[in-house]
């Protein structure tokens, strides 16, 4: 049976239309930034596409990215892995706030609309992860970055942060201060005899380590995105693009690796 796991993670903002839109320019803004971070050295991502889409009365955003992930895998899969499984190609209809995603022909992964639509036999083969970016003990040394921390950051130009004590009690208590939940639900099925349950359990787990890692850049970085209007984000992901590409080609590999716990 494939794994699935939900995640949840506490983040800043607030269920309205112009809080969620701001929610969605910092989701794409740092979807940018870390793509740069973990690319190099032949490795990281590849924009194919990056388009608008209008099928069947549904409108969004399409993408199509390749991820280079040789370096991103511990040895014995790089060692046991078939030829061609290390790279991702993953598809994308973005019609914000829902999302569905599909990968590889090795590695499927499905983010549902909603986990509230599970039957009760899903529900009890399902991991609920809750996920909080203000805390820190959850962070590996190796991946602790203090620009990147929700603890000691505080936005210049909305007030917000930093994240400290007994935050998300604090916001329950303040309906004036914006705040939002963002949830994931993730089916894994690595299709190889001998490794599918080694393979998806450290594929689970990756997912956690990088949504906590995202928000919490999310939410660090801002105050570099809070003004910014989507022709913005249209413009920058262009020059995204071509900037992967540069890089990819050269320097060393970077971003996470698979020794960090």
């Keep these: 049976m494939p794994n699935k796991i939900h995640l949840s993670a506490n983040l800043n903002n607030q269920n309205s239309s112009f809080l969620s839109f701001q929610y969605q320019v910092g989701q794409l803004y740092t979807v ?3 793509s740069k ?20 009365g549904e409108k969004g955003q399409f993408t199509h990215k390749i991820y280079y992930l040789q370096s991103k895998v ?36 499905a983010l549902g609309l909603t986990v509230h639509g599970l039957d009760e036999k899903s529900w009890k083969a399902t991991e609920v992860v809750n996920i909080d970016i203000g805390d ?8 602790y970055k203090e620009e990147y921390d929700p603890t000691l950051f505080k936005s210049q130009k909305t007030g917000r942060g930093p994240l400290k004590g007994d935050w998300k009690k604090e916001l329950t208590n303040n309906p004036s201060c914006p705040h939002m939940c963002a949830y994931k639900l993730v089916t894994v099925e690595f299709k190889m005899f001998g490794l599918q349950t080694m393979v998806e359990n450290f594929i689970q787990k990756m997912e956690r380590r990088i949504f906590t890692h995202f928000h919490r850049q999310l939410f660090c970085l801002l105050d570099k995105w809070i003004d910014l209007s989507m022709d913005d984000i249209r413009n920058m992901e262009d020059e995204t693009k071509n900037e992967l590409d540069k890089m990819r080609l050269n320097g060393e590999a970077r971003g996470m690796t698979a020794d960090c716990s």
């Design 136 to 143: 820190n003990s959850a962070i590996a040394e190796k991946d």
């Design 32 to 34: 940018a930034e870390a």
């Design 37 to 56: 971070n973990e690319t190099g050295g032949g490795e990281g991502v590849e924009v194919i596409a990056n388009e608008p889409y209008d099928e069947n």
């Design 74 to 109: 511990p040895n014995y899969i790089r060692k046991l892995a078939p030829s061609g499984s290390l790279v991702l190609h993953e598809k994308a209809w973005n019609a914000y706030p829902y999302c569905r995603t599909s990968e590889s022909d090795y590695i499927h992964a």
